[in-house]
């Protein structure tokens, strides 16, 4: 069979009858099919460019056909593609190398690196060491709009029930404790003069027994550790407030939790910095590691941990395997990634870009009222869409900016394009930008004047 020659209808025909919907997102009616991409833009079969404003939710960060990387995939391909991971390659062990060098030279801390194949794989494979090192504990702490991954242990901690709800529970279970969103403040507190209120509220948990998270005499926690996202990914990219890690790692230490660092979506420059937990000045006990670590050419993912929980002793040959862990493909372009961002300047690159895609989104904010609320960290950066009072969620107008965006008939300077945006945010309401983090100034300036077409006719 030839589906070349297939026009997009015949495909999508062929897809609604053959395609499990289980593993697939239809944001739009019809679905949109994407024939190549490069750089900042995905093209449709008429090829027209869409500028991609998500980068495959941060997988591709270092943009399209990123050449060197594409490299070093090709030159992996010629001489060891394939080993089974019983037995050892050298770009394994160089990844692991660079990637535990780096926590000791940020962190002062020593610890060891367990590669798998994706995201939530990893975090299954992090629960595994966190329930070992303490002692079989299953009870996991976690945000209030966190995501982890949709496997059955990271989907526990994931605070979306709908993930769960058809599954039941298989030992893992989830607290969920309110994020420091700040816009939408669950305490009706206010930024500038609440002196992190929300870290009291949850160290009053550990003030009696009766809350249900300790036994003051036996000094014991049930719940066996922290899961955060530094920056929330899918929950809106909110940005928590200067001091809020320090302070909530005092209380988890106080208690002897640990602090587990979800790195998938905000890793490898995002933020600015090479993990995003490095904006914030704590250091987490656990940190799990994936997408843009191959910039989307091959699955793999990861976790590093301190020594003390992850030595042969304590963490031994075989409390984890995949087929395609440390597969050879992954941690040669892996390698590179590093490689590359020790050589360029992206802590530089990525704040200056972020900054000027920040007044760019203030100024939207401040033409157009359905922008409730704009923020940024890095190149990771949000735009919470809202009613006329600038405050009320609204995803229906979301869903209409996202659908425009997908038209690919906005045209500027003679030429039609089309804009990818990605849809977050607890009540789905949220723009969240995930650009590539070799965006140039013309890009992003492109965007905006896309973007603002869009607004023009969602509002007109």
Same mark, same amino acid.
């Given at each position: 069979?030839?589906?070349?020659?297939?026009?997009?209808?015949?495909?999508?025909? /062929?897809?609604?009858? @053959?395609?499990?919907?289980?593993?697939?997102?239809?944001?739009?009616?019809?679905?949109?099919?994407?024939?190549?991409?490069?750089?900042?833009?995905?093209?449709?079969?008429?090829?027209?460019?869409?500028?991609?404003?998500?980068?495959?939710?941060?997988?591709?960060?270092?943009?399209? #056909?990123?050449?060197?990387?594409?490299?070093?995939?090709?030159?992996?391909?010629?001489?060891?593609?394939?080993?089974?991971?019983?037995?050892?390659?050298?770009?394994?062990?160089?990844?692991?190398?660079? /990637?535990?060098?780096?926590?000791?030279?940020?962190?002062?801390?020593?610890?060891?690196?367990?590669?798998?194949?994706?995201?939530?794989?990893?975090?299954?494979?992090? /629960?595994?060491?966190?329930?070992?090192?303490?002692?079989?504990?299953?009870?996991?702490?976690?945000?209030?709009?966190?995501?982890?991954?949709?496997?059955?242990?990271?989907?526990?901690?994931?605070?979306?029930?709908?993930?769960?709800?058809?599954? #039941?529970?298989?030992?893992?279970?989830?607290?969920? &404790?309110?994020? !420091? %969103?700040?816009?939408?403040?669950?305490?009706?507190? +206010?930024?500038?003069?609440?002196?992190?209120?929300?870290?009291?509220?949850?160290? +009053?948990?550990?003030?009696?027994? %009766?809350?249900?998270?300790?036994?003051?005499?036996?000094?014991?926690?049930? @719940?066996?550790?922290?899961?955060?996202?530094?920056?929330?990914?899918?929950?809106?990219?909110?940005? !928590?407030? !200067?001091? %809020?890690?320090?302070?909530?790692? +005092?209380?988890?230490?106080?208690?002897?939790?640990?602090?587990?660092?979800?790195?998938?979506?905000?890793?490898? @420059?995002?933020?600015?910095?090479?993990?995003?937990?490095?904006?914030?000045?704590?250091? !987490?006990?656990?940190?799990?590691?994936?997408?843009?670590?191959?910039?989307?050419?091959?699955?793999?993912?990861?976790?590093?941990?301190?020594?003390?929980?992850?030595?042969?002793?304590?963490?031994?040959?075989?409390?984890?395997?995949?087929?395609?862990?440390?597969?050879?493909?992954?941690?040669?372009?892996?390698?590179?990634?590093?490689?590359?961002?020790?050589?360029?300047? %992206?802590?530089?690159?990525?704040?200056?870009?972020?900054?000027?895609?920040?007044?760019?989104?203030?100024v939207l904010k401040k033409k157009y009222a359905i922008i409730g609320d704009v923020d940024g960290l890095g190149l990771a950066l949000r735009a919470e869409i809202c009613a006329a009072d600038g405050f009320t969620p609204d995803k229906a107008m979301m869903d209409r900016i996202a659908d425009e965006g997908l038209r690919g008939d906005i045209e500027v300077d003679g030429r039609k394009?089309?804009?990818?945006?990605?849809?977050?945010?607890?009540?789905?309401?949220?723009?969240?930008?995930?650009?590539?983090?070799? &965006?140039?100034?013309?890009?992003?300036?492109?965007?905006?004047?896309?973007?603002?077409?869009?607004?023009?006719?969602?509002?007109?």
């Amino acid at each position: 069979m030839n589906f070349k020659d297939y026009d997009e209808k015949a495909l999508l025909d /062929l897809e609604a009858k @053959y395609c499990s919907f289980g593993d697939t997102v239809h944001y739009l009616d019809p679905p949109k099919i994407f024939s190549r991409c490069e750089g900042s833009f995905l093209y449709d079969a008429t090829d027209t460019p869409y500028l991609d404003l998500q980068m495959w939710y941060s997988a591709v960060n270092f943009g399209y #056909g990123n050449q060197r990387l594409n490299n070093a995939l090709k030159r992996q391909i010629d001489s060891l593609p394939q080993l089974a991971s019983q037995y050892l390659h050298s770009e394994k062990i160089e990844l692991a190398t660079a /990637l535990c060098r780096h926590m000791e030279d940020s962190h002062q801390i020593k610890g060891r690196v367990h590669f798998n194949v994706g995201g939530s794989q990893a975090v299954e494979d992090s /629960l595994k060491l966190v329930r070992n090192f303490c002692g079989g504990k299953s009870f996991m702490l976690a945000f209030e709009g966190g995501y982890h991954g949709r496997t059955i242990g990271a989907s526990s901690i994931t605070s979306s029930y709908r993930y769960r709800r058809r599954y #039941g529970h298989f030992g893992d279970r989830g607290m969920f &404790i309110p994020f !420091p %969103y700040c816009f939408r403040c669950p305490y009706k507190m +206010r930024r500038d003069f609440c002196d992190l209120f929300c870290v009291g509220q949850f160290e +009053r948990l550990f003030e009696t027994e %009766y809350y249900g998270l300790w036994d003051a005499k036996a000094s014991d926690a049930e @719940y066996a550790a922290f899961y955060v996202e530094c920056v929330q990914g899918t929950g809106g990219y909110v940005i !928590p407030p !200067p001091g %809020y890690f320090p302070a909530l790692k +005092r209380v988890l230490e106080k208690y002897g939790i640990l602090l587990v660092d979800d790195e998938i979506q905000m890793g490898f @420059y995002r933020t600015g910095k090479f993990f995003g937990i490095e904006n914030f000045d704590v250091s !987490p006990d656990v940190l799990v590691f994936g997408k843009a670590m191959t910039n989307g050419l091959n699955p793999l993912a990861g976790m590093w941990a301190k020594e003390e929980m992850i030595s042969p002793e304590i963490f031994p040959c075989g409390s984890t395997h995949s087929t395609f862990a440390s597969n050879p493909l992954g941690t040669a372009v892996a390698l590179e990634t590093l490689k590359m961002v020790q050589e360029i300047d %992206y802590e530089s690159k990525v704040k200056d870009s972020g900054r000027y895609f920040l007044e760019g989104l203030k100024v939207l904010k401040k033409k157009y009222a359905i922008i409730g609320d704009v923020d940024g960290l890095g190149l990771a950066l949000r735009a919470e869409i809202c009613a006329a009072d600038g405050f009320t969620p609204d995803k229906a107008m979301m869903d209409r900016i996202a659908d425009e965006g997908l038209r690919g008939d906005i045209e500027v300077d003679g030429r039609k394009f089309g804009l990818v945006l990605d849809i977050g945010g607890y009540y789905k309401n949220v723009i969240t930008f995930a650009p590539s983090l070799e &965006i140039t100034r013309e890009e992003i300036d492109l965007g905006f004047r896309l973007l603002e077409e869009i607004l023009r006719r969602v509002t007109k």
